[in-house]
C-alpha cells in the first residue's frame, strides 16, 4: 500500500471512529456518504463536525434518497422518511389514468415528487406552512410542472380543486405533544415543531383534514395519512363522522401504517 492509500485509509478510519463516538448507527455508511459529497477535505471536516454536533445527515448531505428519487432537503425542513414509501405505494395503487393529485403538509415534495414520476397526474399540487418546506418543494417539483403553494391545508389551494381532488396525501404530523421529548434529537432538535405535533392525542392535524376532505375530494377520491397503530382506532372514528370510508393498511418491513379515507 502507497503512503497516499494508507494515509487515506487511516482518514476514513478516523471519520467512521469519531462517527461511531457520537451515535451513528450506521458510520461506515454516513463516512462512505459524506466522503462522497465533500469537494475538499476542509468541506468534509466541516460535514462531520456538523453531523457529530447532531444535524441529521440529510441535511449535511443536502440530500435524501425517497422512493428511487434524490431529494434536496435543506435546514428547517421535515426529512422525508423511508417508511412513507409505504404510503406513496397505496396512493399509486389506488390512482387511475390521470388522476388530480393533491399533496398537503408537503415538507421537502418528497411524496409529490415520488408521485409524479410513478403517475401521469393530470394537476399536480403540493402545500405547507413554512417558508422553507415551501422554497424547497418547489425546487424538487420544479421539472413535474406542479404548483406549490403556501399555506394553512387547504387554505392554500386553489377554489378550482374543490370536488375533484382523486388522490389527497397529507403526511401530517403525528406525534402527542406529550410526547415529543421522546423523539430522537435529530428530529426534536432540528426539525420544525409545526412538522411533528399532532395535538394531544396526535391527531389534531388529521382531524381538521378529514373535517374539510369530503368538499374538496372527487367522488371516489381518497385520503392517504400516516398515523401509528395505536391511532387508528380514533382516526377512523374521525373519519366515520365526515361520511368518508376508512380503512387501515400495515408494512411489517417499514413498521408503519396507513389509513385511507375514501368518498363513496
Known amino acids: 500500500m502507497t503512503p497516499e492509500a494508507r494515509g487515506a485509509e487511516q482518514v476514513a478510519e478516523g471519520l467512521v471512529e469519531r462517527l461511531r463516538a457520537a451515535g451513528c448507527v450506521f458510520a461506515e455508511d454516513e463516512a462512505r456518504l459524506l466522503t462522497a459529497q465533500a469537494r475538499t477535505p476542509e468541506e468534509l471536516t466541516a460535514m462531520v463536525d456538523r453531523r457529530v454536533a447532531g444535524l441529521p445527515l440529510e441535511q449535511v448531505l443536502g440530500w435524501a434518497e425517497f422512493h428511487g428519487l434524490r431529494i434536496a432537503v435543506a435546514p428547517g425542513v421535515f426529512v422525508p422518511r423511508r417508511r412513507t414509501e409505504f404510503l406513496v405505494g397505496r396512493a399509486i395503487a389506488l390512482a387511475g389514468a390521470r388522476p388530480v393529485v393533491v399533496d398537503l403538509c408537503c415538507g421537502s415534495g418528497a411524496v409529490a415528487a415520488a408521485l409524479a414520476a410513478a403517475l401521469d397526474p393530470a394537476e399536480l399540487h403540493a402545500a405547507d406552512v413554512p417558508p422553507a418546506a415551501v422554497a424547497c418543494a418547489r425546487r424538487n417539483l420544479a421539472a413535474t410542472g406542479a404548483r406549490v403553494h403556501e399555506g394553512d391545508l387547504f387554505a392554500a ?40 405535533d399532532g395535538g394531544e392525542d396526535g391527531l389534531a392535524v388529521l382531524r381538521r383534514v378529514v373535517n374539510e376532505a369530503p368538499a374538496w375530494l372527487a367522488p371516489g377520491g381518497t385520503v392517504l395519512f400516516e398515523t401509528t397503530e395505536r391511532q387508528t382506532g380514533p382516526a377512523h372514528t374521525a373519519i366515520h363522522a365526515t361520511g368518508l370510508t376508512p380503512a387501515t393498511h400495515t408494512s411489517e418491513e417499514l413498521g408503519t401504517t396507513v389509513v385511507t379515507a375514501t368518498k363513496r
Do not use: K, M, S, W
Open 157 to 196: 389551494l386553489p377554489a378550482t380543486l374543490r370536488g375533484r381532488i382523486d388522490l389527497l396525501t397529507a403526511n401530517v404530523p403525528y406525534v402527542p405533544t406529550g410526547e415529543l421529548a421522546l423523539l430522537p434529537a435529530e428530529a426534536r432538535d432540528h426539525e420544525p415543531p409545526v412538522t411533528l
